[in-house]
């Protein structure tokens, strides 16, 4: 197990007792900005971890994910989170990963295994009342705030305004992306007339934001959510689909959230704790058996992480999606009484 060289190092747990022999397992991880799925993932994870004496997590935050997963499958960092997609993209040599080339692509995959999977809050489009985007209908032809440069997430947020509004990044509207960390003050400052962005409920950014005005958000319509496109989108890699009735979220003053009927419709992006497939078999049980008898402390830890499904097994694993649990994580769900698709095992 590497130590990262580079980046802030948020330290989450201290030195403790790992066995009687009194040895100390250090891991390294990186996870995505402050008020997000991924974050609050790692983050409860090292809590967890320290206080059971498991391990001390050093935890780089607001790092882009798509790097981070690069960083795994290299044994430059243990544990990360990661959308599901980037490990097929990885898998594929394509995408973000294009230089990698399909060959070593394939090759450095293998070297990653998930711990658990989770799904992420949503995507959105949204504008300040100010603005003169009134809704998906309005996108054409103006600045829309749709992600940080690279990654799944611009990915996702283009491939979805391209589904629901027929436009593209660069053709249609001009498409602007920055790091997370600037990712609030390039909301609020006007430098885009809209944002389509992966968000939670409650969403920080957008919490955030409403200090400087009042915002509306938009759920997919109901006939394009229902499509023979839209549907084949949310099954393909590293993506589902998610709906609720609005009643059951609390409101937020400032913010209207628009649907026909009351239902929000969005596809979500499936991610997973991954690890390097080089942390011993132990560790990984541990880890993994430490989550399953938190996962209500996973699911209060903040608002947002209510609908992530921590806990579930199998979740988003097989078909084109390339990676499969560690070893330790199956042993440690089948302990538990769960049964883990064979497709899922490595």
């Not at 590497?2 to 996870?31: C, D, F, W, Y």
């Not at 309005?138 to 829309?144: E, F, L, Q, R, S």
């Amino acid at each position: 197990m590497k130590h990262l060289k580079t980046g802030a190092l948020l330290a989450l747990a201290t030195s403790l007792l790992v066995s009687t022999a009194s040895a100390q397992t250090i891991l390294t991880a990186e996870t995505g900005p402050p008020g997000t799925v991924p974050f609050t993932s790692t983050t409860t994870l090292a809590e967890i971890a320290s206080a059971a004496g498991l391990a001390n997590m050093q935890v780089a935050d607001s790092q882009t994910l798509t790097n981070s997963l690069q960083n795994v499958a290299e044994g430059k960092t243990d544990v990360s989170g990661a959308p599901l997609i980037l490990t097929f993209l990885m898998s594929k040599g394509a995408g973000p990963y294009a230089k990698l080339g399909a060959e070593k692509g394939s090759e450095l995959i293998k070297n990653v295994q998930a711990l658990y999977t989770f799904n992420y809050g949503g995507f959105g489009l949204y504008a300040y009342n100010s603005s003169s985007v009134k809704g998906w209908g309005d996108v054409a032809g103006k600045t829309i705030l749709n992600g940080p440069p690279r990654g799944a997430a611009l990915t996702n947020d283009r491939g979805i305004l391209q589904l629901v509004s027929g436009v593209e990044d660069g053709k249609d509207y001009k498409g602007i992306q920055v790091n997370w960390g600037q990712m609030a003050k390039t909301i609020t400052d006007g430098s885009a007339d809209a944002m389509m962005l992966p968000i939670t409920f409650p969403d920080t950014r957008i919490t955030r934001a409403l200090a400087a005005g009042d915002i509306t958000l938009w759920s997919i319509p109901k006939d394009i959510w229902e499509g023979e496109r839209m549907q084949k989108y949310i099954k393909s890699p590293g993506t589902a689909g998610i709906t609720f009735d609005l009643s059951t979220i609390a409101p937020v003053d400032g913010l209207t959230v628009v649907s026909e009927d009351g239902i929000w419709r969005s596809p979500t992006t499936v991610g997973a704790e991954v690890v390097n497939a080089s942390i011993d078999f132990d560790t990984a049980k541990a880890l993994t058996k430490a989550m399953l008898d938190n996962v209500d402390t996973f699911l209060t830890k903040a608002p947002y992480m209510a609908t992530t499904r921590v806990g579930s097994v199998g979740f988003g694993l097989c078909g084109a999606v390339p990676l499969k649990y560690h070893p330790g994580a199956v042993a440690a769900y089948e302990e538990a009484g769960m049964t883990v698709p064979d497709c899922a095992k490595p």
